[in-house]
């Protein structure tokens, strides 16, 4: 089978499509004919060393690229239920040390990181939704928000902002989007009740809006401290990338969240977007072999995610 690889760090260039055998499931695996799988931030991250230089990803010969994956189930291991051979499936690899990942013709998951994929969809839209739909709603779920309370989400028409702006209206939160000027269209229809220009600084504008400051903030964007300024005293802060959390100045909670696969909380995901409750975005799709092109694209502007099908 084909799969995407590194074996070094770097532009582009460093993108291999290589030939490797099929992977087997094993106990508690299954193994996922892949339709789509998407091309995020991480993985120029990963590919340009990034990662490593960070301390996240340690010496490997050969990695693997990849964590969206939507597709079909092929076979399982041992003790896997509730999944069968023929289920149409989205999944999430959330390991960085790994010689394949989901950007491959098959890929081996755990089967706690899958579950069925949204009914009346594409593959190519489904797998836009595991690893940025399970960013924003975890994050979400660590800021803890009651009903009413306010948030600010930056970086509102992404990938990750846009899933968090449609998830925290929907929990009753009063949402102040920051994203450029163009988009406020966009982020209102996901449910924003207030717009900040990203070019403003964050703190006045948002306080013009919110007395005092909201109550959190989702650094989609990674300002830092220009987010946190809009932050309330005593507030909360989630960080969605290595060092880019600030100092938590005014006793604000700052954290960092780390993705992690579950399979419950996808589920969850699923029954939103299949009541239109989530939008996918689909900002184009390439055949496997144009990876680099896709990485290339990620450099500038994208709206949705751009998806491989191999």
């Known amino acids: 089978m084909r799969a995407v690889v590194i074996r070094s760090f770097g532009g582009p260039e460093v993108l291999e499509v290589t030939e490797v055998p099929v992977p087997v499931p094993g106990p508690g695996q299954v193994l996922i004919r892949v339709e789509a799988a998407t091309v995020n931030p991480v993985d120029v991250a990963t590919r340009s060393g ?16 990849g964590w969206d994956v939507a597709g079909v189930v092929e076979a399982t291991g041992p003790g896997v239920a509730g999944l069968a051979s023929g289920d149409r499936v989205i999944g999430l690899s959330d390991r960085l040390d790994v010689p394949l990942g989901a950007q ?7 089967a706690d990181a899958v579950t069925r994929a949204p009914a009346g ?7 836009t939704l595991p690893l940025n739909g399970l960013t924003a709603v975890q994050a979400l779920d660590r800021l803890d928000l009651a009903r009413g309370g306010t948030l600010l989400v930056t970086g509102a028409a992404g990938a990750v902002g846009g899933f968090a702006v449609q998830l925290a209206a929907a929990r009753g939160l009063r949402v102040v989007a920051s994203a450029g000027e163009a988009d406020e269209e966009l982020v209102r229809g996901f449910g924003a009740d207030h717009f900040v220009p990203r070019t403003a600084r964050l703190g006045e504008a948002v306080r ?27 507030g909360s802060f989630a960080a969605l990338v290595a060092g880019g959390a600030p100092f938590p100045l005014r006793g ?32 184009g799709s390439l055949p496997l072999d144009e990876v680099a092109r896709a990485h290339r694209r990620l450099a500038g502007p994208v709206r949705g995610r751009l998806v491989l099908a191999p």
């Open 252 to 283: 604000t909670r700052v954290f960092h969240h780390w993705i992690r696969a579950d399979a419950g909380a996808l589920a969850g995901l699923v029954t939103l977007a299949e009541a239109g409750a989530l939008t996918l975005r689909v900002a």
């Open 121 to 127: 969809v594409t593959p190519a839209e489904a797998a």
């Open 208 to 234: 013009a809006l919110v007395p005092g400051g909201a109550d959190a903030a989702l650094d989609a964007a990674v300002t830092g401290s220009a987010a946190l300024d809009a932050v309330r005293s005593g």
């Open 104 to 110: 491959a013709e098959y890929v081996v998951l755990d």
């Open 50 to 65: 990034a990662l490593a230089e960070a301390g996240l990803l340690p010496p490997r010969d050969v990695i693997g690229l």
